[in-house]
């Protein structure tokens, strides 16, 4: 096969052995690879089992863009069981471990078992080796990747791994590689219970093409598009906090855990400019990408100073940020260096702080139960000290290193309508007010609410998509047509985290079309848009009805009622509330489901897959 690397390693960690698994082609072109082979490694695993137990299966796979000089295709996936949300769990990073994979000689890793004591994988090239990681185990994400670059070659080794969240089992807990994170689902925790510290890799082979001159023009073509578009221009200059006072004019930034529709700290204080002219120091660019969204930063004054690393991009700076009334950019700063270190998905860990103030407000929870913080709007002192308590599991932390969905349950009473989630997945820091779309594409994704699976309200705001049916902008509170929308860029999604490719390459004018002729040329097949959602539409059907098994359907396809019941009184939602019935009910007839949510067989028989 061309684009592929034909290999998948298969360690057996309670045995501490190691196989080579044939891809075959059938296989491949099913489901592309990514995210649907994800899904296709683990449809056969028993899903009853519990996420921490040594059965819970943990893949990570990458995709036939892999490796190549094509632009923005440097992401990886992992999935698993989610011990967040008890069912598919899925996560995503860029940055230069996953071409790494690629380039050593393997489509992807299947581990199975719990090892007996902390290890580590060292894969260079064909070799690989299990390795013990106790020296490891307790040292935070940041210290890791050093040792274990010095350890085995340099800065061209290339390692994910996990911080002391993930050791403890926090179910937030996230994997980190070269300054980025696949955070959502709390796989992080699932290494740790499998007492794998981390995955370092060094390769040095070629990916085989198909059509190999076509395939690098094509790759120039695209990087002149890109380097020629505004919105690359906005996101290198600014980061993803480019749009934060366009959307926040928008009603799109959640304020005060989703309660307020107006907060002028935002523009003022926290948008992309203010952010670039205090602590950025340049972009920080994933390989051969020419956007470069990612930010280095130094704080130069404040309690702070002498902060450098990883700056925080929109997700971290509006959970930290307005999310609990903080307008301290160098606290946001030091919140995100903490659960970067720790690693901690930053956008559940900071709905879940948001919610522990809110019942510290409602009296739900007092300083005793805080150990003396006080969890008052804006202080970010307390939210600072209780990250430290989260990502140590101590006091309070314990009870929030979960979720703030089961930190509901636990609690009781009124705190469980406190929780903003969908499926035990926190939302992200964008509003549905403001966006009709994403309420039905939060609601139906299947790891829970999920802002970049199907990226809708990027549609509401004016980009376009004429191949898939989308030329021009839709009115962002109409319902009209939004469940459409909502499953066509669900499966575009599916195959563009299976090819695997950041969407961000949309903000560099790429067109659909382009990603087509990608695959096309990187693996010979003669293949086709229709063939391409066919396969992002069996990837996204087959992770439905995993998660049919383990009990989901209509009654979990919901928002909180805080966004569908509370208009907000200010600020850019107008007041809208989304239908999401009426869009639910499209939306299971759009894809054949059931008025439960529950797949056809037929429809899942036309797609090669059982109910």
């Not at 003669?526 to 059907?541: C, N, P, Q, V, Y």
């Amino acid at each position: 096969m061309y684009g592929y690397a034909e290999k998948l390693l298969k360690v057996d960690l309670s045995a501490g052995t190691s196989e080579i698994l044939g891809l075959e082609e059938d296989m491949a072109r099913k489901f592309l690879g990514g995210a649907g082979l994800a899904g296709g490694l683990l449809q056969d695993m028993d899903w009853q089992v519990d996420p921490f137990d040594s059965e819970n299966r943990l893949v990570f796979t990458v995709g036939p863009l892999e490796g190549t000089n094509a632009p923005c295709c440097s992401r990886y996936v992992v999935a698993a069981k989610s011990p967040l949300t008890g069912i598919w769990g899925e996560s995503h990073a860029s940055g230069f471990w996953g071409p790494e994979l690629k380039l050593a000689g393997w489509d992807g890793i299947i581990f199975d078992g719990k090892a007996d004591s902390p290890v580590y994988l060292w894969i260079n090239d064909g070799v690989v080796e299990i390795r013990d990681a106790r020296d490891l185990w307790g040292k935070d994400t940041y210290e890791t990747e050093e040792i274990l670059k010095q350890r085995h070659g340099g800065k061209l080794v290339r390692v994910a791994c996990i911080g002391p969240a993930g050791e403890k089992l926090s179910r937030m807990a996230s994997i980190s590689n070269d300054g980025r994170a696949a955070a959502r689902c709390g796989l992080g925790a699932v290494m740790g219970s499998k007492r794998l510290k981390a995955i370092a890799v060094r390769g040095t082979q070629k990916v085989k093409l198909a059509r190999e001159v076509e395939f690098r023009e094509l790759v120039k073509e695209l990087n002149r598009i890109i380097m020629a578009a505004p919105g690359r221009t906005a996101m290198r200059e600014y980061g993803t906090n480019s749009s934060m006072a366009a959307i926040y004019e928008q009603g799109d930034v959640p304020i005060k855990n989703f309660t307020k529709g107006k907060w002028d700290e935002v523009p003022n204080k926290l948008s992309g400019p203010r952010i670039a002219e205090a602590i950025v120091t340049g972009p920080r660019p994933c390989k051969f990408c020419p956007i470069g969204c990612g930010r280095w930063i130094k704080v130069r004054d404040g309690l702070y100073t002498g902060l450098t690393g990883t700056g925080p991009e929109y997700e971290t700076t509006a959970a930290f940020g307005p999310l609990i009334l903080n307008d301290d950019l160098h606290a946001i700063a030091k919140a995100n260096d903490l659960c970067n270190r720790y690693g901690l998905d930053t956008i559940s860990t900071g709905v879940t702080v948001a919610f522990a103030y809110e019942c510290f407000e409602r009296g739900i929870i007092s300083e005793k139960d805080t150990d003396g913080l006080e969890l008052t709007w804006g202080r970010y002192e307390a939210m600072l000290a209780l990250l430290e308590k989260i990502g140590n599991r101590q006091g309070i932390g314990d009870l929030l290193a979960d979720g703030s969905k089961r930190a509901g349950d636990r609690l009781g009473g009124r705190a469980k309508e406190l929780s903003i989630h969908v499926k035990g997945l926190e939302l992200p820091m964008h509003d549905p007010r403001a966006f009709a779309s994403l309420a039905v594409a939060y609601s139906t994704c299947n790891r829970g609410a999920c802002h970049i699976g199907a990226p809708t309200h990027w549609v509401e705001r004016g980009m376009t998509f004429p191949e898939l049916g989308y030329p021009e902008k839709l009115d962002r509170f109409t319902s009209e047509g939004k469940a459409r929308l909502a499953k066509t860029l669900q499966d575009f999604g599916e195959v563009m985290e299976s090819m695997v490719i950041c969407k961000f390459i949309l903000f560099g004018n790429a067109q659909v079309s382009h990603m087509v002729r990608l695959v096309s040329l990187s693996t010979g097949w003669d293949t086709d848009l229709k063939e391409l959602l066919s396969a992002g539409e069996r990837s996204f059907s087959l992770k439905r009805l995993i998660n049919v098994g383990l009990g989901i359907s209509r009654k979990d396809d919901s928002l909180p009622r805080r966004i569908t019941t509370l208009p907000l009184a200010a600020g850019g939602t107008d007041g809208h509330t989304p239908d999401q019935e009426t869009m639910l009910n499209e939306y299971y007839k759009l894809r054949g489901w059931s008025e439960l949510g529950i797949p056809d067989p037929r429809k899942l028989k036309d797609h090669g897959l059982d109910l």
